[in-house]
T-cell receptor, first 113, second 112 residues
Framework: DVKVTQSSRYLVKRTGEKVFLECVQD?????MFWYRQDPGLGLRLIYF???????EKGDIPEGYSVSREKKERFSLILESASTNQTSMYLC????????????FGPGTRLTVT | KQEVTQIPAALSVPEGENLVLNCSFT??????LQWFRQDPGKGLTSLLL?????REQTSGRLNASLDKSSGRSTLYIAASQPGDSATYLC???????????FGSGTRLLVRP
């Protein structure tokens, strides 16, 4: 079974803090993704990575950055957290061609106060 | 621009009923379509993936169909159970793109 894990289920941070969300997959997937999910707005892609050290912006990259130093690990960084970044963050991974499914992690509920 | 719609937004059925969830998309040039289940406060669980060349896929009590030309997919759940209660999301992938475009989901409640 594919396993995508995220470092925290719940996180509370203060405005202005630097926040790291970690995602790890164990299936040797080339692609990794970060989404956020908000009521009424659905799932929106923040960034994705198709290889180590490679990344592309998604639909809403502003205020976020990412890091992929190893194939199995993809980090989402909030450089200076703001209250409008309070959300559910979901990581996903897949093999390197579009034919394959995306598998999601359990999510991190981030609250910025 | 591709838009994915799921109607109804919510559905409540008695246990044992067969039911159909709908997903429609505006641009038929999709690569594949994926159905997910999401329990409250949790991540997404992949249920079925249908490639654009396929008409349907089955897994247990679930059957997903795809009609590209009309821009529609359905998820059929046979003999529903209370454990099927969740939000069901469909997502399409456009040709040669890694990006998934999600619908807003149908929240299903199966009453005992």
């Amino acid at each position: 079974d594919v396993k995508v894990t995220q470092s925290s289920r719940y996180l509370v941070k203060r405005t202005g803090e630097k926040v790291f969300l970690e995602c790890v997959q164990d299936m040797d997937h080339e692609n990794m993704f970060w989404y956020r999910q908000d009521p009424g707005l659905g799932l929106r892609l923040i960034y994705f990575s198709y290889d180590v050290k490679m990344k592309e912006k998604g639909d809403i990259p502003e205020g976020y950055s990412v890091s992929r130093e190893k194939k199995e690990r993809f980090s989402l960084i909030l450089e200076s957290a703001s209250t409008n970044q309070t959300s559910m963050y979901l990581c996903a991974s897949s093999f390197g061609t579009p034919s394959y499914e995306q598998y999601f992690g359990p999510g991190t509920r981030l609250t910025v106060t | 621009k591709q838009e994915v719609t799921q109607i109804p937004a919510a559905l409540s059925v008695p246990e044992g009923e067969n039911l159909v969830l709908n997903c429609s998309f505006t641009d038929s040039a999709i690569y594949n379509l994926q159905w997910f289940r999401q329990d409250p406060g949790k991540g997404l669980t992949s249920l079925l993936l249908i490639q654009s060349s396929q008409r349907e896929q089955t897994s247990g009590r679930l059957n997903a169909s795809l009609d590209k030309s009309s821009g529609r997919s359905t998820l059929y759940i046979a003999a529903s159970q209370p454990g099927d209660s969740a939000t069901y999301l469909c997502a399409v992938r456009m040709d040669s793109s890694y990006k998934l475009i999600f619908g807003s989901g149908t929240r299903l409640l199966v009453r005992p």
